[in-house]
């Protein structure tokens, strides 16, 4: 007599994705053929004869070719089958038509009525037993009802359905909570204990953090496990660890409102609604949220740091919630600082947070002749140059400044630094070293500026900067070049190449003298950043939290989307030089513009900027194109084509061209009319009437214009 298992894998396969169960196949495969072997009374599973077959030509999961492999090993025989069609004849032709023996026991592993056929042409013993073992009874409503036992595969096996985690992390609250409850911002360890936290709750679908990533001065400090501080790092780190860095401005509000949007948008998808949703802040508005996840049926929990959560949510009678000091093993400064030291790797000295309290802490001391400064006049140099967004950012790193020895109290509300601390020594080498590098270039040489390459390449040589963990490579000369710029120390621009003009190369130049007021030591006015705060990584950035950010550069991207399509548009041309753009554009170039037009709408895929072959010169040229498939991009052509439609039915009715006549001839369009006027005269579509100041005249037979209106071209 004999016994056989047949496994349908593409069944199952596609069964236990449809219902979002993890299972691990190899661990399955030996489940089904051990558990076959006993509900068949076999003394001996070898004595069972297993059969698996799939399309197995057809990888439709990553681990079916491995499956495969696997279960050849473990006594399964791998019959393929390409087409499911008549599969039951196919088995019953291959395995029972020439097999002598009886049948005993029958398992079909399968959820599809397909194999059902097979039953009734196998010879079977007088007391036989066939099963189906599957996630539904597929007997119901057969005549195979009475005489067929149906076993759930779940149950006999021990697979449950999988509970899937969402997280929502309010990076920039939770930040700022731990540093105000005095502990010490490990990244790596905050990363590696969240992961953890959501898995103990089941299988992670979702994972994302809210922050203003790359924008300077928004976040605390934070350390690695060595104790460098990588807060410009933390975007990538977070992607590294499958965590998805999603850019909100700073401020409370702008990451309530986006992650109560992507909660609420995520439960109400069905195939993609998660069991468990946790929500990492401590910040009461998410009330209203957290009650229509619950209204759904779901589990919310709350990360939060003690004293810094709303007791609105821990009172909340449907909400557990999860302190983050229990699952973490936090440090503050005093506990940092004794905890013996390891032999780490020695990694490159790269600009930080606390560089930027050492050049300031300088640069202010310098000019007011002192070794010592006021915790309020080095805060306001910090909010002056960006690196702290607001009063309390600036007081909280110069607290994080202390805490770590930089700094060191004089006198009550009086600072000085600590001139043998590491940082303290190799930040004022480096600046040193870098600022006497430009100006002796300057200086020898007779130039206005120094081409980027070239001081990256005398860098090179700069013997006070010869050290382990400085002068590496073009990379760390380059972020520190960078962080300099930043600091306004060295001043960055773009300027026309001189053996190309219509190419941009970048220059560098000493810093003008500081225009912050000579009386800082006099004043106590809270101070507020003259320049937008740098971001690395524009990608992801919408065009309202663009706008948002910086306005001039918003306005200055829709000029560079019209100005390139209409060139490229009229000169058959595939691309637009960029130097010669930004010559066209350069009057409105306000605190680098062009430049952060060029990155944010470049970032977006948006535009596309690369090297050209050119005709007219032996040296490629950087040109930039409009992707037309860019929504965006489409969106500002659109405005475009609906703007000059409006110009010509103002020109067709002989009225004349000004921002009245354009207010009144369409009232119900909320028109940024004086940008769009801007815009057409620089594209020449519009031209001041001499002697009628703000009267416009339609150069009627524009390119642009005909094509707008239609006419033959």
């Known amino acids: 007599m004999a016994a056989y298992l047949i496994v349908d894998v593409d069944d199952l396969i596609r069964r236990f994705q449809s219902r979002d169960m993890n299972v691990d196949l190899q661990e399955l495969a030996v489940g089904l053929r051990g558990g076959a072997a006993l509900a068949a009374g076999l003394p001996n599973v070898s004595m069972l004869k297993a059969v698996a077959f799939a399309n197995w030509s057809d990888i439709g999961h990553p681990s079916k070719a491995a499956l495969q492999s696997f279960m050849r090993r473990n006594g399964y025989e791998i019959f393929d ?123 992670v679908v979702k994972m994302a953090a809210y922050g ?61 609604s998660g069991d468990i949703f946790i929500v990492a802040s401590g910040d009461r508005d998410f009330n209203d949220v957290i009650n229509s996840v619950i209204q759904r049926g779901k589990e919310v929990i709350i990360w939060g740091v003690r004293n ?74 910090l909010i002056e140059v960006g690196a702290a967004i607001n009063l309390e950012r ?45 100006a002796n270039t300057l200086k020898v040489r007779g130039w206005q500026y120094v081409n980027y390459g070239f001081l990256l390449k005398g860098l090179e040589m700069e013997r006070d900067i010869m050290r382990p963990d400085m002068n590496t490579d073009d990379q760390w000369r380059s972020q520190w070049i960078d962080a300099l710029v930043r600091e306004r120390v060295l001043a960055r621009e773009l300027v026309p190449h001189r053996h190309n003009p219509d190419d941009l ?89 062009f430049q952060r037009s060029v990155e944010y709408l470049s970032a977006n895929r948006i535009v596309t900027v690369q090297e050209y072959p050119n005709p007219q010169s032996t040296y490629n040229t950087k040109g930039i194109s409009v992707n037309m498939e860019s929504e965006y991009a489409r969106s500002v052509l659109a405005q475009r084509d609906e ?26 369009k909320l028109w940024d009319i004086q940008l769009w006027i801007s815009i057409m005269e620089t594209e020449n579509v519009l031209n001041d009437m001499p002697g009628r100041a703000g009267q416009y005249s339609l150069f009627r037979t524009h390119h642009t214009v005909k094509l707008v209106a239609g006419d033959p071209m």
């Open 308 to 381: 810094a959560i709303s007791r609105q949510l821990v009172n909340h009678p449907a909400v557990h919630v999860e302190y983050i000091e229990d699952f973490m093993e936090l440090q503050t400064p005093a506990s940092y600082l004794n905890t013996p030291t390891v032999d780490a790797p020695v990694t490159a000295f790269l600009p930080s947070q606390w560089s930027s309290v050492v050049i300031q802490f300088d640069r202010t001391a310098r000019r007011l002749n002192t070794d010592q400064l006021r915790v309020q006049d080095l805060c306001a140099r």
């Open 81 to 203: 089958l390409p087409v499911r069609e008549d599969v039951a004849d196919a088995l019953f032709i291959h395995y029972f038509s020439y097999d002598p023996e009886p049948i005993n026991e029958l398992i079909l592993a399968t959820t599809n009525r397909d194999l059902l056929p097979l039953v009734k042409r196998i010879r079977i013993t007088r007391n036989a037993r066939i099963r189906v073992w599957g996630s539904e009874d597929v007997l119901k409503g057969t005549e195979f009802a009475e005489d067929v036992i149906f076993q759930p595969l779940e149950t006999l096996l021990g697979v449950k359905p999988t509970t899937n985690v969402l997280v929502y992390i309010d990076f920039e609250n939770i930040a700022i909570s731990l540093t105000e409850n005095g502990y010490i911002l490990n990244l790596e360890q905050l990363i590696e204990r969240f992961v953890k936290q959501a898995q103990a709750h089941g299988h």
């Open 212 to 272: 203003p990533w790359g924008q300077r001065g928004t976040l605390p400090p934070m350390i690695d496990n060595n104790g460098r501080e990588i807060t410009d790092e933390a975007a990538t780190r977070l992607m590294m660890a499958n965590i998805d860095p999603v850019f909100i401005l700073p401020g409370k509000n702008s990451a309530d409102v986006r992650i109560a949007r992507d909660v609420l948008i995520d439960v109400g998808h069905s195939d993609t």
């Open 505 to 593: 190369v970048p220059v560098i130049s000493l810093a003008e003298a500081d225009t912050a007021r000579d009386d800082l030591a006099d004043t106590n006015v809270e101070y507020r950043p003259v320049n937008v705060p740098e971001i690395t990584n524009w990608e992801g950035m919408t065009p309202l939290e663009f706008a948002s950010y910086d306005k001039h550069a918003y306005e200055m991207a829709m000029r560079v989307i019209v100005s390139v399509e209409q060139f490229t548009s009229f000169r058959k041309f595939a691309w637009c030089p960029l130097g010669s753009l930004h010559r066209r554009l350069k009057p409105f170039d306000v605190n680098m513009a």
């Open 643 to 668: 703007f000059v439609r409006l110009l010509i039915t103002l020109y067709e009715r002989n009225v004349p061209i000004s921002v009245q006549a354009i207010q009144d001839a369409d009232p119900d």
């Open 394 to 438: 600036a007081e909280e790193l110069v607290k994080q400044a202390l805490n770590m020895n930089i700094l060191r109290p004089a006198m009550p509300g009086v600072l000085t630094l600590n001139t043998v601390h590491p940082i303290v020594e190799k930040t004022r080498v480096i600046t040193e070293a870098v600022s006497r590098r430009v």
